[in-house]
């Protein structure tokens, strides 16, 4: 019966519609403000069960419609639907061209990150924000880091005017190296021992982006290792879908300067485009940070005088950035991709490290990458390198230039012993202060493939992602930093992902994912992933498990500053003090260091709750360990490191006297140590007054029992717990409140206001120090009491200029579109100039202020 009913009502159908007075309906699907081509949208007529999806060039047609009137819903995903009132006249073609417009609603957006495939941002298994076109836009300046401060989850910290990093859930340091950064599917992590993200460092201008998907808590099952807190997945603009020419030019407070350009085109169906470069300037607040210098100690005598402090030597504020990208597409099918891309950057500017700064001059970085991209299929290879130029360790620089120019030592004697040849001309005493050692020499490069398969098993109900990674690391230390003076360094890892995601009833979802890594220094590894996503009306609610990996650092394996600092990948072979030096069976080797790992479950919520209330609310739960320590005394000699042998610097290598027993050695490394929990809350609310007005409030709150005084948190082996041990490196309470006003005088003007809170917090990482208590002096660590003497024992650490957060500050962005070529841009970082310390050994961010025009010109159809 059903059968007979249905083949009736197709009858009907067939009569109304494609009756004999017919005519027909084509046109084109762009978007709104690009007027770019958007393939596979979906055209409809209202009231008649069937639909279209337009090609490859935007185009749709409807042949042989009845005559009079339809309307046509037209639906693009990210895109506000359009409903158009069409009449089709008998014998006919009407022509019903349209443009969509971006659905900039919090929940609508489209996301890739949270399961490799595209999804509504609330269907997304993972606590997923996103910085998109309209928010880049509306920015006035180059540095698109800054538009994180108003990113639910993420810990902002600026130190100066162009220096921006990112954490998230706690636990921060002045290195951090547990957000990972993607770029078109590529790992912008420097190729560097350091192994830092890029970031606004990288060969990627704020034009090109398309938009920065942020994805917060362990996503290595994905990802890989380092995918530990926080995974940024930039993405770029196809030049087929942002054709034309768009020229930019930014300027602002402490002279900044950015020139940009971009320039995309389609050739033909199968060739296209883009090109893009910026130069960007500016001066960075002239502050000094105070170095410790001189050196005598009671009754040790070095010629250098008593320690003093001083300030930091620093000859340079100023910042400057080249970059520039260029990329092919060729067209192999309809749905098939090959994309050749190039691109570099070089830098020169101050940086926050865990010693003090920095001096980074003339820093390149450089890749070379080829994609295949296939609705199925992926695959990518590129290469990336660094060079470290000619960048300063300016606390060590600083400290030599002084010691050296107030030497008091004239006997050749004491010269000898106290390795201080005596005072120095200035001109001596700077080329001795640049050696190698406290000017960086590095040349570092890394080699990734990866292939990556999906399917969809429709009558299954099933979706299978599955895929295989390479990665070579080729670190060049040139025996400075490094210990590859004689023994090159070659580091390999690959990695196996699975993911199925299963449709269960009720409007459920089953994600599971795992990931095998092996890493030639530290074995093998899985990192599983689990979720269930249950449908609620206009969002959903998901429970996730994940396990993620921290890799430790090139440097932290393979250290040789200095020939006392050694890295401990895969462990120190040393002679202990008070050991024979011909008996072997006495040597001993330390423990290697192990990836730092993270278990955590999360809840969340993300949807609209009410017509124009959008909530987006994650809880976290997760346990760590493995942390890596800062530097920590071994009392011995080095003979072998990783396997290298390695030369230990006479200074500390210590003495055998007749009886052949080591004595006062000493050296440097790292170990694991911590195990502690970790949790915290981030909440968001989205109201939309009307299209004019909208405005947001964001919350965090994190916490851990790391402030437990237990062993296991003991990181520098002394058998005390500290402070410095114990701390949260984060604010427990942060929020912001955002005000937008959009669409004002026709459309052409917008107004943003948003004000940031962040709570008074203390702050350690390895010698920068924060806090209450020290402030205004040399900053100390109690450390208990020495066992040997029965007193008190202090770690001395840089200046402690006080604890950070403790503010609450007001940002103000304006723009207004002159024409559909032209817009200009005006911002206000921190508008009344409230003292905003963000992080240690760095400047309050007074009021900086930014101007931008900007002009777009369409590509020419001819």
Request: glycine share 10%; aromatic share 12%.
């Amino acid at each position: 019966m059903r059968k007979l009913i249905l083949s009736l009502l197709m009858i009907a159908f067939h009569t109304v519609v494609f009756s004999q007075n017919t005519g027909s309906i084509s046109g084109k699907i762009t978007n709104k403000q690009t007027n770019e081509a958007l393939p596979g949208a979906t055209i409809a007529i209202k009231g008649i069960p069937v639909s279209l999806i337009t090609n490859n060039e935007g185009y749709f047609k409807f042949p042989k419609l009845n005559a009079g009137k339809v309307i046509l819903v037209i639906s693009y995903v990210g895109y506000e639907a359009l409903e158009l009132p069409v009449i089709v006249t008998n014998d006919n073609t009407t022509i019903a061209d349209a443009g969509l417009t971006l659905d900039n609603r919090p929940g609508n957006e489209v996301v890739v990150s949270a399961s490799k495939r595209a999804e509504k941002i609330t269907n997304a298994p993972a606590s997923i924000q996103v910085i998109g076109v309209k928010d880049l836009e509306q920015f006035s300046g180059s540095n698109v880091g800054e538009l994180v401060s108003k990113v639910q989850g993420v810990e902002y910290t600026r130190s100066g005017v162009d220096e921006i990093t990112f954490n998230a859930r706690g636990l921060n340091s002045a290195f951090n190296i547990k957000v990972f950064q993607l770029v078109d599917g590529r790992n912008s992590m420097a190729a560097a021992s350091a192994g830092i993200a890029l970031f606004n460092n990288g060969s990627t201008n704020k034009d090109d982006i398309e938009r920065i998907e942020i994805v917060l808590g362990p996503q290595s099952a994905l990802y890989g290792p380092n995918a530990h807190n926080a995974l940024f997945n930039y993405i770029t603009k196809d030049p087929r879908k942002y054709p034309g020419t768009t020229v930019a030019v930014s300027a602002g407070s402490q002279y900044q300067f950015s020139s940009r350009f971009r320039h995309a085109a389609k050739i033909n169906n199968k060739w296209a485009y883009k090109l893009s470069g910026e130069h960007a300037t500016g001066k960075d607040y002239k502050w000094y940070d105070s170095v410790y210098a001189g050196g005598n100690a009671g009754p040790v005598i070095n010629g250098f005088g008593p320690i003093v402090a001083i300030p930091e030597r620093i000859h340079d504020f100023n910042f400057r950035r080249y970059r520039g990208e260029a990329h092919v597409y060729y067209s192999v099918t309809p749905k098939a991709d090959i994309i050749l891309s190039s691109g570099g950057s070089q830098f020169t500017r101050l940086q926050v490290t865990q010693a003090g700064h920095n001096q980074l001059r003339d820093v390149t970085y450089g890749f070379l990458q080829a994609r295949f991209v296939h609705p199925r299929f992926f695959a990518n290879i590129y290469n990336s390198w660094v060079n470290l130029g000619t960048s300063i360790i300016i606390g060590s620089y600083t400290r030599d230039f002084w010691n050296r120019t107030h030497s008091t030592i004239t006997n050749p004697t004491s010269a000898l012993l106290y390795n201080n040849f005596g005072k120095l001309s200035p001109d001596s005493a700077e080329m001795y202060a640049l050696r190698l050692g406290n000017t960086v020499k590095e040349r570092s490069q890394r080699l990734n493939g990866e292939v990556q398969y999906n399917y969809n098993f429709q009558k299954a109900g099933l979706f299978l992602v599955t895929g295989l990674t390479y990665q070579k690391e080729k670190p060049n230390g040139f025996g400075i930093n490094l210990i590859d003076s004689f023994q090159r360094i070659r580091i390999t890892q690959y990695g196996a992902v699975l993911q199925l995601e299963k449709s269960l009833p009720w409007k459920m979802r089953f994600i599971g994912s795992t990931r095998f890594d092996h890493h030639s220094n530290f074995g093998s590894f899985f990192a599983p992933r689990f979720a269930l996503v249950k449908a609620i009306s206009n969002g959903n609610f998901r429970i996730t498990w994940g396990r993620a990996y921290a890799m430790p650092s090139i440097l932290n394996q393979y250290a040789g500053i200095n020939g006392f600092l050694f890295g401990n990948g895969k462990g120190i072979f040393y002679i202990p003090n008070g050991t024979n030096v011909h008996d072997i069976s006495l040597f001993k080797t330390t423990a290697p260091l192990k990836p730092e790992q993270v278990n955590t479950w999360e809840f969340g919520y993300k949807g609209t709750i009410a017509k124009n209330l959008f909530v987006d609310i994650n809880y976290y739960n997760g346990l760590s360990k493995n942390f890596i320590s800062p530097t920590i005394t071994v009392y011995g000699r080095v003979i072998t490191a990783n396997g290298i042998k390695v030369t230990h610097n006479p200074a500390f290598a210590g003495s055998a006297r007749n009886d052949d027993t080591l004595r006062n050695a000493q050296f440097l490394t790292f170990f694991n140590y911590g195990d502690i929990r970790a949790y915290g809350l981030d909440f968001g609310l989205h109201y939309t007054f009307s299209k004019f007005l909208n405005a947001s409030i964001k919350y965090s709150w994190f916490g851990s029992d790391i402030t437990r005084d237990v062993s296991k948190n003991d990181a520098n082996k002394d058998g005390y717990v500290s402070l410095e041990e114990t701390s949260l490196n984060a604010p427990k309470h942060r929020g912001a409140i955002l005000l937008n006003f959009q669409n004002l005088c026709k459309e052409k003007m917008f107004v943003n206001l948003s004000t940031r809170l962040v709570q008074q917090y203390e702050f350690y990482s390895a010698n920068q120090i924060g806090t209450v208590a020290g402030e205004g002096s040399r900053g100390k660590v109690f450390g208990g009491i020495n066992p040997e003497n029965g007193q008190p024992r202090y770690y001395l650490k840089n200046f402690d200029h006080g604890p950070l957060g403790g503010f609450t500050t007001v940002d103000l962005s304006v723009g207004y579109r002159i024409n559909k070529m032209t817009s200009v841009n005006i911002g206000v970082t921190n508008l009344f100039d409230t003292k905003q310390i963000e992080f240690v050994g760095s400047p309050s961010i007074s009021r900086l202020i930014s101007f931008e025009i900007k002009v777009h010109l369409p590509q020419d159809k001819k």
